[in-house]
């Protein structure tokens, strides 16, 4: 059982990137997953939720309007994308779905 999260790096503001969440040995199926970020000397904060059912989604008013998550079930992936991206959205990013975490991937936003 395992969630993968894929796709950080470094961009300059303004700019966009999508992260990838692949679970493998589960499906997202069953709980809501969400993706979650923590900046140096800060708490880890959920950034945005994926209802397993309908779909529906929510965000954290720092990225909303900005971030868009959704799913593919057929590639069992979740993604994130964010776009208009700040120096602030700077962090390391988890994946986490069920009481499951991803390992992580840095998003470095700088100019």
Not at 19 to 48: D, H, I, N
Not at 50 to 59: A, E, K, P, Q
Not at 72 to 84: E, K, P
């Amino acid at each position: 059982v395992q969630l993968v999260a894929t796709g950080g790096g470094s961009v300059q503001p303004g700019g966009s990137l999508r992260l990838s969440c692949v679970a493998s040995g589960f499906t997202f199926s069953g709980f809501p997953t969400s993706w979650y970020r923590q900046a140096p000397g800060k708490q880890r904060e959920r950034v945005a939720t994926i209802d397993s059912t309908d779909g529906r989604t929510n965000y954290a008013g720092s990225v909303k309007g900005r971030f868009s998550i959704s799913r593919d079930d057929a590639r069992n992936t979740v993604y994130l994308q964010m776009n208009s991206l700040k120096p602030d959205d700077t962090a390391v990013y988890f994946c986490y779905r069920g009481g499951f975490w991803g390992q992580g991937t840095q998003v470095t936003v700088s100019s």
